[in-house]
């Protein structure tokens, strides 16, 4: 009885950390881009499907949603840099008014986080378009 109780428990366990594991896996297993493409093809069959399409129309919004996608990365793009800008000319103005002890602590935090976060800002996400 105890062997049983025992074994039931353990393969318990090994279960829940399998499907974590694989939950995990999954997760990261997709390549970059691959939520922004698939939610771009959910779109257009939704579009072909409710409006009816025809194939030349199809492709047409095809055309139309990649242009949009592209034009919406690039203006990601130049808003990730105007933001990093942003906080570099905050940092200069902050340090400036500091004491140099002030500054000395200060630049070791914003190397500390730079270092923690890889980009000096917020942490970069997986799936950039």
Not at 41 to 67: F, H, P, S
Not at 113 to 128: A, C, I, L, P, Y
Request: zero cysteines.
């Amino acid at each position: 009885m105890k062997k049983a109780v025992l074994f039931a428990v353990i393969l318990l366990i090994v279960s829940f950390v399998a499907g974590v594991g694989t939950g995990i896996a999954a997760r990261h297993a997709d390549k970059p881009g691959y939520a922004v493409e698939r939610t771009r093809v959910k779109a257009l069959d939704r579009l072909t499907k409710k409006l009816n399409l025809t194939e030349t129309q199809k492709q047409d919004v095809k055309t139309i949603l990649e242009g949009s996608r592209l034009q919406i990365a690039s203006l990601k793009n130049e808003l990730r840099q105007k933001v990093s800008q942003a906080r570099q000319d905050a940092n200069s103005e902050i340090l400036a008014m500091l004491t140099p002890q002030q500054q000395e602590i200060f630049q070791k935090m914003t190397a500390e986080k730079k270092q923690k976060d890889g980009s000096g800002g917020r942490r970069q996400r997986h799936n950039k378009e």
